[in-house]
């Protein structure tokens, strides 16, 4: 157990639908990552979370959003679905805003899209 | 656009035969080099982060080495529970915010028994 909790573990949706992910930190940890992997692009970096602020942006659709709460939890909200959006999607935390000692990495949150 | 390239995409190996993998990057501003591992059906397992070209690092049989264009992974004698994907990334940006690491694809290591 990495320390960083997600859920759920796996998602079945439709197509047009919306979704919400969840994930925990690890105790202390200040950042949240939200990444997507799917098997032709490998891990791309959607949004990262700083004690509740926005820090840095990849390439992430309009159709998603997150946000980090007081308690520093994170929500990734994804809308209008596609298949396409059919993923992994890994979220991960570290102590301050720069990873100096890497990431830690959830299990991840299975999306399947139909 | 940073880019980051690792090589082979899937290696494999009999148990004990050593090895290495290859990162190799095109970055403005590194910032730090990662190694993960990547179980399947797992989040990556951070392994190594190096900074400055000619550093290494070493975790049992592995070890991490970087140049100004490029890092290896190295894998000695390696035993069936070092069978995994290996993924590296690098970290560019500004000392404040833009923290995104960008990953490779990484190399689906198989070790034989």
């Known amino acids: 157990d990495s320390g960083v909790t997600q859920t759920p573990k796996h998602l079945i949706t439709a197509t047009g639908q919306r979704v919400t992910l969840r994930c925990s930190p690890r105790?202390?940890?200040?950042?949240v990552y939200w990444y997507q992997q799917s098997l032709d692009q490998g891990l791309q970096f959607l949004i990262q979370?700083?004690?509740?602020?926005?820090?840095a942006k990849g390439n992430i659709l309009e159709r998603f959003s997150a946000q980090q709460f007081p308690d520093l939890h994170s929500e990734l909200n994804l809308s209008s679905l596609e298949l396409g959006d059919s993923a992994l999607y890994f979220c991960?935390?570290?102590?301050?805003?720069?990873?100096?000692?890497?990431?830690?990495f959830g299990s991840g949150t299975r999306l399947t899209v139909v | 656009e940073d880019q980051v390239t690792q090589s082979p995409e899937a290696l494999r190996l009999q148990e004990g035969e050593s090895s290495s993998l290859n990162c190799s990057y095109t970055?403005?501003?590194?910032?730090?080099l990662f190694w993960y591992r990547q179980d399947p059906g797992k989040g990556p397992e951070f392994l190594f982060t190096l900074y400055s070209a000619g550093e290494e690092k070493e975790k049992e049989r592995l070890k991490a080495t970087l140049t100004k264009k490029e890092s290896f992974l190295h894998i000695t004698a390696p035993k069936p529970e070092d069978s995994a994907t290996y993924l590296c990334?690098?970290?560019?940006?500004?000392?404040?915010?833009?923290?995104?690491?960008?990953f490779g694809t990484g190399t689906r290591l198989t070790i034989i028994p």
């Open positions: 970055v403005s501003g590194l910032r730090g």
């Open positions: 979370y700083y004690n509740g602020e926005e820090r």
């Open positions: 991960a935390s570290s102590v301050g805003q720069r990873a100096n000692y890497g990431y830690t």
């Open positions: 990334a690098v970290r560019v940006g500004s000392n404040f915010g833009n923290e995104k690491l960008t």
């Open positions: 105790s202390g940890d200040l950042s």
